[in-house]
């Protein structure tokens, strides 16, 4: 299938979650997560997680990175959707927000944290593959990123679904995830 067809019946199935599905698939996720062996992590990138898309609690990760190393500067995107550009910003407890086009909440004021010194990014999803390529929400913003982060960055995605067989239109631009959680397992690319 294609990513817009594997995207639609993702949404679709995703928001067919009811609530107590969804606590114990959050639940399982972060038991996997926290089985985890992470190298040191001074920055992460993160995001914060659209209830209304039904999409993981990703900040429950984070804090789970916080208590392992307490140092770590947490970060959440900041698109430009004219230049089709992200950058990481740095996120602070009294910090201010706000929506962007796409309804998405991102700091509005903040310290600018490089790509290259990101250690772990949660990579937002739909779905993956096998092959660890995810389908997002289809603007592009976190492989343009990804691709100016070091080469050894951990990038991890969270499904509350096993992957697709394969997405048929992969292509040069698509950058693969490290690592994809699900309720029933870790997969690793």
Avoid at 169 to 178: A, G, K, M, T, Y
Wanted: hydrophobic share 40%.
């Amino acid at each position: 299938m294609l990513k817009k067809a594997i995207r639609e019946v993702y949404l679709k199935k995703r928001l067919l979650i009811d609530d107590d599905q969804m606590n114990e698939n959050t639940s399982r996720i972060l038991t996997n997560f926290s089985s985890l062996q992470l190298p040191e992590v001074k920055h992460l990138l993160s995001y914060y997680p659209i209830s209304e898309r039904k999409e993981f609690n990703v900040s429950e990760a984070a804090e789970m990175v916080r208590n392992r190393f307490p140092e770590v500067k947490i970060s959440w995107p900041r698109i430009d959707a004219t230049n089709k550009t992200m950058e990481a910003v740095q996120v602070r407890p009294d910090g201010l927000y706000s929506k962007n086009i796409y309804n998405i909440l991102e700091p509005i004021h903040g310290d600018l944290v490089e790509p290259e010194e990101i250690d772990l990014v949660f990579v937002p999803l739909v779905t993956f593959d096998e092959k660890g390529f995810r389908i997002g929400y289809g603007k592009g913003f976190y492989d343009r990123y990804l691709v100016r982060c070091r080469p050894t960055i951990l990038k991890i995605g969270f499904s509350f679904f096993d992957p697709v067989k394969s997405i048929r239109d992969i292509n040069h631009f698509d950058v693969p995830l490290s690592l994809c959680i699900t309720p029933s397992r870790i997969y690793e690319f």
